[in-house]
């Protein structure tokens, strides 16, 4: 479901448990759920509730993952050429 | 991602990585813990009082980092924190494991203290999202 959401644009519960084996109910509790753990927003158009993906919090997270984890790789492999290069010369 | 629980139930990013280094622990240990040597690979300027509580700074082309040496385990672990100046702090941990090839070296990086949860709040964020995704059986 999360999958749906980050293609883009709105989802509906009944919208996405006709494409999932899934029912209505299910869904929308689970939309619900996101809601209240603030990652999608939603939108009252006409009977239906409209949602959107709110991406911010985890980019913010995978952001800092991505760019920590390659500070170090590069780091580390300075680390280990530095190593290397003067057990060649000693040796 | 990796997620990792925390006391009080909280979760937090960290990132971990390792290396295989054809040297020995000592041989490690030096290089991690030497402030002539971290210049060699971590940073330009190093200053790096290698006992706990120890004051470490790192100034590099992207800027300058300081913190306080943690842990200090002769040849097995070595931590500090580190923090750039206004933002949040992390602690960064090695672990040296001796392997027949040489030297595992281990580090990860964890986010800390308050500035860390304020700078987005994404770490309360995550834990609801923990949460939401547990309530639900749904892919």
Known sequence: ?91 | MRLRDEPGNDVAPWVERETLIEATPEEVWEAITDEDRLEEWIAEEVELDPVEGGDASFRSEDGERSGTVQTVEEEERFAFTWARPGEGESLVEFTIEAVPAGTRLTVVETPIGPTAVAAGGWRPRLARLRGSLALAPVA
Do not use: F
Not at chain 1, 66 to 84: C, F, G, I, K, N
């Open chain 1, 1 to 91: 479901m999360l999958e749906r959401l980050a293609r883009g644009g709105t989802i509906t519960a009944s919208g996405i448990a006709e494409k999932l084996p899934i029912s209505r109910q299910a869904v929308a509790k689970h939309l619900a759920a996101l809601r209240s753990a603030n990652l999608v927003s939603s939108e009252r158009v006409g009977r239906e509730t409209h949602y959107r993906l709110r991406p911010d919090p985890l980019d913010d997270a995978a952001r800092w993952i991505q760019t920590v984890s390659a500070e170090w790789d590069h780091r580390l492999e300075a680390l280990r050429r530095s190593l290397e290069t003067r057990r060649g010369r000693s040796q």
